[in-house]
């Protein structure tokens, strides 16, 4: 299947500093991605849909202004944390389509984010 | 708004034994259901993907099935082994290029 690499795979952070976690389509061009978080023991939630190019698209109650979003490219789509606090601490995932052939949804390894 | 939910939410079984995980879903226009495998700390592995117009997909020892219209989906492993010991996932797609709407897993524990 196609391949989306996430990076880091972990960081630890100070509270009140900004972390930037990428998303790339490796094999493929995605005009949208996905943005999910998870908390230990429960699903995935939603966070962001991002859009190639314009602005993304957020869920109810996720701050767009803490989580920024930047889809400058077909392959590159990136998440930034801004100020950082402890409760920010969760591991985020992205996904992504295919936007040629598109019916399957390719996940990265996941970002493990502490926030000390 | 769809809602995704799992059962059960746990299950821990002897190497060798088949077993199933249930998957339903409130709103039954859906465009595809895919099932996820998810081990600790990890990102997620795509298992199978099925289409609306589908009623079932295998891949090796894994079988899903798909009855939209009663808004249910099973995960049928055969012969489990304790490499299988996981979280599964199953995710609902309700538009083509949309969101997933993930349910809350099913932890898998293979015992040898």
């Known amino acids: 299947g196609a391949v989306v690499s996430q990076h880091p795979s972990w960081v630890i952070c100070k509270s009140g500093t900004s972390v930037k976690i990428e998303c790339r389509s490796l094999d493929f061009q995605a005009t949208t991605m996905f943005w999910y978080r998870q908390f230990p023991k429960q699903s995935l939630m939603l966070m962001a849909t991002?859009?190639?190019?314009?602005?993304?698209?957020?869920e109810q109650g996720v701050e767009k202004d803490k989580f920024l979003i930047n889809h400058a490219s077909l392959t590159l789509s990136t998440l930034t944390v801004t100020s950082a606090h402890p409760e920010d601490s969760s591991f985020y995932i992205c996904?992504?389509?295919?936007?040629?052939?598109?019916?399957?949804?390719?996940f990265g390894q996941g970002t493990r984010l502490t926030v000390v | 708004k769809q809602e995704v939910t799992q059962i059960p939410a746990a299950l821990s079984v002897p190497e060798g034994e088949n077993l199933v995980l249930n998957c339903s879903f409130t709103d039954s226009a859906i465009y595809n259901l895919q099932w996820f495998r998810q081990d600790p700390g990890k990102g997620l592995t795509s298992l199978l993907l099925i289409q609306s117009s589908q009623r079932e997909q295998t891949s090796g020892r894994l079988n899903a099935s798909l009855d939209k219209s009663s808004g249910r989906s099973t995960l049928y492993i055969a012969a489990s082994q304790p490499g299988d010991s996981a979280t599964y996932l199953c995710a609902v797609c309700n538009n083509a290029g949309n969101m997933l709407t993930f349910g809350g897993g099913t932890r898998l524990m293979v015992k040898p």
């Open positions: 991002s859009n190639e190019g314009s602005k993304a698209t957020y």
């Open positions: 996904s992504a389509r295919d936007s040629g052939s598109g019916t399957e949804a390719f």
